[in-house]
């Protein structure tokens, strides 16, 4: 999961206590991994997740009907929208 194609040239300092620095050390010798790759691996895993659950959003068929029936909805009528988008920003001549 590392990207060993570009060079590492960034560096993290963590603080932490003796207890978790010594469960992360037993973590990393049984996955056969220095501390540096399994602290490296394990975070960028949390992070794709992460970012995932805000760019992918899993829907069932009934909620992928809504979703699109909502999509095909036409928009309701909204005068102060309008009368807002019509209006000349106070930056522009």
Do not use: C, H, Y
């Not at 978790?20 to 049984?30: D, E, V």
């Not at 068929?61 to 000349?88: H, I, S, Y």
């Amino acid at each position: 999961m590392v990207d060993t194609i570009e060079g590492k040239s960034e560096r993290v300092d963590v603080r932490m206590t003796p207890t978790a620095k010594r469960t992360l050390q037993r973590a990393a010798a049984i996955a056969n991994k220095t501390v540096t790759e399994f602290l490296l691996d394990s975070s960028l895993a949390a992070a794709f997740d992460t970012l995932a659950d805000r760019r992918v959003f899993q829907l069932d068929e009934v909620q992928w009907a809504a979703f699109m029936a909502a999509l095909e909805t036409a928009p309701k009528d909204n005068p102060r929208l309008r009368k807002l988008l019509a209006t000349k920003a106070p930056w522009e001549p």
